[in-house]
């Protein structure tokens, strides 16, 4: 990662550190215990024993870099664009790096002009080749105005799919306000 990268991806993940707050365990909150927005399960998986709510913001700040960052491959999205990095690894903290790559190659599949500027590909959440290959393709042919219509789709599907939520469980009202207000962004910041 050179200088200028490391330094824009610490930014994004001390704005979510920001957003996230500290511990928290809500009742309706399928995560159980958070701490920094680290669900119990998570830290457990990166080897954290000790109690959620002394969960240290450094390894919190790691859990973040590795499992929602690099794992994921936003990193390399950040190469192309990091307006489009930094709206993926939002999304995925809070829906799940999957989710978010899968809302990526959706929004590409419908915007590859039937298959004539580049190919449809899988959907399957994984940042692969194809993903990176039709993403650059996208941007040579629709330049800042793609990514901007770019970005605007991938909020588009995580507001819905925040409304799906609310919808299959009623619990999940407690935290629509929330999420549209703090997490759907309405343009670039």
């Known amino acids: 990662m050179t200088v200028s990268a490391a330094a824009h991806v610490h930014k994004y993940i001390e704005d ?26 998570v830290a457990r998986a990166f080897g954290y024993t000790g109690s959620m709510r002394d969960l ?19 990193n ?5 664009s990091g307006h489009l990095a930094e709206e993926l690894f939002d999304t995925g ?61 991938l909020n588009g599907q995580q507001s819905v799919r925040y409304m799906e939520l609310s919808e299959a469980n009623q619990t999940q009202d407690d935290f629509q306000f929330g999420w549209q207000f703090n997490r759907v962004a309405g343009g670039f910041a």
């Not at 979510?16 to 399960?41: M, P």
């Not at 240290?56 to 499992?67: S, V």
């Not at 390399?76 to 192309?80: G, K, L």
Request: with cysteine; proline share 4%; aromatic share 10%.
């Open 93 to 153: 903290v809070n829906m799940g790096p999957g989710t978010a790559a899968k809302f990526l190659q959706r929004a590409l599949n419908t915007l590859n002009n039937r298959g004539r500027d580049f190919p449809e590909i899988a959907v399957d959440g994984a940042i692969g080749k194809m993903t990176i290959y039709c993403l650059q393709e996208f941007l040579k042919r629709r330049g800042q105005r793609g990514e901007v219509a770019l970005f605007r789709m």
């Open 56 to 74: 240290p913001r450094a390894t919190a700040y790691g859990i973040y870099l590795d499992r929602y960052w690099i794992q994921p491959g936003f």
């Open 76 to 80: 390399r999205i950040d190469q192309i």
């Open 16 to 41: 979510l550190l920001g957003k996230e707050g500290g511990y928290v365990d809500h009742q309706s909150d399928k995560g159980g215990e958070t701490n920094w927005g680290i669900t119990v399960a």
